[in-house]
């Protein structure tokens, strides 16, 4: 039996649904069953289309500070808000205040509905870790094997940053918050090198890009500026946590009776990726799909609403199940399930498998 320590995953990660008030400020309260979730890494889209308009994803965290936005979806330069009740006005104890939108739409634009992605790390404290070859600046959540890494090396040589985990990350992204620039992405399964969470690209394995695996105290950077340069960076880095977190791999089977991916949990966020084609990233979640078959997609490198992305297609298209133990594959497009092909995953929990001797429920 998948037994974990985490016995609510809602204590370090949740997903939250609102609507935004045409610019006005809305204070949104999480529903976390924990209790009070005050969030450290935010992440907002808007899943559906207005005036004919779709609108960016928006990261921010509290490390970075919550004037400062990034979009997945986008290269661009981090955006700084130029008045403090402009995007997000404050992360709150329950959640989180958004006000008037700077940033293309921000969190507070139109009056339409979204969907806020939230992990939990440590209240915005951090400290330096210095067991890399460039100190960064970490807050890190070790129980939940997650935390977010601030550094500025000097040159584009290739060095080592301490990540904080004390455990071997497996899923790592990092954005150069002041050169225009694509995404890295790594995923232990895949191997050395990365992907680009802003493009379809397929994994790339080149040295520049890293040729040494993480430890469970350092990650080798590449010479590539989307990670290593004399600019400043952020990561965010997840190790595998029993019952909470998984990043794995599978084989797709090409048919609507698609593989079982065992996670050890009923995911509440899923990610997933073709390893070594063009197909793009797939975003599911229980928030937005509270009843199986899971249909509802968004994608990190597009700004389009929930199963308006042509190369997804609609509501058959790139389904899956979201079970107690795992996800099912229930469709044979090539986003999540072509013949034969590598998909990388990321998952985190809605609840683990088993919680103090007790199985969770099935959807």
């Known amino acids: 039996m998948a037994y974990t320590t985490i016995k609510d995953s809602s204590q370090f990660f949740h997903t939250q649904l609102y609507t935004s008030n045409n610019g006005y400020a809305v204070s949104v309260v999480n529903d976390a069953n924990f209790g009070d979730f005050k969030p450290d890494i935010l992440w907002v889209k808007s899943r559906y289309t207005i005036g004919g308009y779709d609108y960016d994803h928006n990261l921010i965290d509290s490390s970075r500070g919550k004037t400062k936005t990034l979009w997945p979806n986008a290269n661009n330069t981090e955006f700084t808000a130029s008045q403090s009740n402009y995007d997000l006005t404050s992360f709150d104890t329950d959640g989180f205040t958004n006000g008037a939108p700077e940033s293309t739409n921000s969190l507070g634009g139109g009056n339409l509905g979204k969907v806020a992605w939230q992990w939990k790390i440590n209240g915005g404290t951090t400290s330096t870790d210095t067991n890399g070859d460039i100190d960064t600046t970490v807050q890190v959540n070790q129980t939940a094997g997650q935390s977010i890494v601030l550094y500025s090396p000097s040159n584009n040589t290739a060095r080592t940053i301490g990540h904080g985990l004390g455990a071997v990350p497996k899923f790592i992204i990092i954005r150069a918050r002041t050169r225009v620039e694509n995404w890295h992405v790594f995923h232990y399964s895949a191997g050395t090198g990365g992907i680009t969470l802003d493009t379809g690209n ?28 004399n ?99 229930r469709s044979n497009n090539g986003a999540t399930n072509g013949s034969g092909n590598t998909f990388v995953y990321a998952a985190w929990a809605e609840s683990p498998f088993v919680a103090g001797g007790v199985p969770t429920t099935a959807r």
Do not use: C
Not at 222 to 227: K, L, N, Y
Not at 306 to 319: F, H, K, M, P, W
């Open 202 to 229: 397929a994994y790339n394995n080149n040295t520049v890009l890293g040729d040494a695996l993480p430890t469970s105290t350092v990650y080798k950077l590449g010479t590539d500026f989307r990670m290593n340069g």
């Open 231 to 329: 600019y400043s960076y952020v990561g965010y880095f997840f190790a595998d946590v029993q019952g909470y977190s998984k990043f794995d791999k599978y084989t797709g089977n090409g048919n609507a009776n698609g593989p079982f991916v065992y996670t050890g949990f009923k995911p509440a966020l899923l990610l997933i990726k073709e390893k070594d084609g063009t197909e793009p990233w797939v975003m599911y979640d229980t928030a937005r799909n509270p009843f199986n078959v899971t249909d509802l997609k968004l994608s990190p490198q597009h700004i389009n609403a929930e199963n308006d992305i042509s190369a997804l297609g609609a509501a058959q298209y790139n389904t899956v199940d979201i079970l107690s133990n795992g996800f099912k594959l």
